[in-house]
């Protein structure tokens, strides 16, 4: 099951600096997108998510993108800090359905 | 903040026994979920259940599982006869009325 994808297993980043998450999707019909963060030995941790009647969704430090026709969401995190290090998860929802797809997870590592 | 909990934290088992793994969600939610996620891969959806009965599940869900809701406030799932590739973190959640997750830190099952 791909319908769900985060292509890239890692990503480093310096503290202060920008976090690119990206996350590509293949059904069109997903119009709910949520992004988590899971530390190890622990459950993920809801961050932020947005409905696909938007293109952006922004709290605090993290900000979500959504393009519909590119079927593709990255979250932003500016400005990075070691506290962020953590593998994101971008899941996505049917509406009407309750079965949350995951992608693969991005181990995201914030150096000081 | 309300959270949702999950008991036992870590499960030994050996092949062939029952497991029971034990949930409580956040107490005004209505949907409750079993997702698990075997070491090194995704996060894979097992099964929501909503009204007291199940509403979606997957394919990974298949007789040997099962859910309760046995008062107002546990969510159990129990494997009956467990096998070696049941090993992994299963991860409860519970959401209101929107489609937001909120998982618990999880149970860790090995069956040897």
């Known amino acids: 099951d791909q319908q769900v994808k985060q292509n890239s297993p890692s990503l480093s980043v310096q503290e202060g600096r920008i976090s690119i998450l990206n996350c590509d999707y293949t059904?069109?019909?997903?119009?709910?997108f949520l992004w988590y963060k899971k530390y190890p030995a622990e459950g993920p941790t809801f961050l932020i998510s947005?409905?696909?009647?938007?293109d952006k969704n922004e709290d605090g430090r993290f900000t979500v993108f959504l393009n519909k026709s590119a079927k593709h969401l990255s979250l932003h995190i500016v400005p990075s800090q070691p506290g962020d290090s953590a593998v994101y998860f971008c899941?996505?929802?049917?509406?009407?359905?309750?079965?949350?797809?995951f992608g693969a997870g991005t181990r995201l590592t914030v150096k000081p | 903040e309300p959270e949702v909990t999950q008991t036992p934290s870590h499960q030994v088992t050996q092949m062939g026994q029952e497991v029971i793994l034990r949930c409580v969600p956040i107490?005004?939610?209505?949907?409750f979920y079993w997702y698990r996620q075997i070491l090194g891969q995704k996060v894979e959806f097992l099964v929501s259940?909503?009204?007291?009965?199940?509403?979606?599940k997957s394919e990974i869900f298949d007789d040997q599982f099962s859910v309760e809701r046995p008062d107002g406030s546990n969510f159990t799932l129990k494997i009956r006869s467990t096998k070696l590739e049941d090993s992994a973190m299963y991860f409860c959640?519970?959401?209101?009325?929107?489609?937001?997750?909120?998982f618990g830190p999880g149970t860790r099952l090995l069956v040897l």
């Open positions: 959640a519970s959401s209101g009325v929107q489609e937001t997750q909120y």
């Open positions: 059904n069109s019909m997903f119009d709910y």
């Open positions: 947005i409905s696909s009647i938007k």
């Open positions: 899941a996505a929802l049917l509406q009407g359905a309750n079965d949350m797809r």
């Open positions: 107490s005004n939610h209505l949907y």
């Open positions: 259940f909503y009204n007291n009965e199940i509403s979606e």
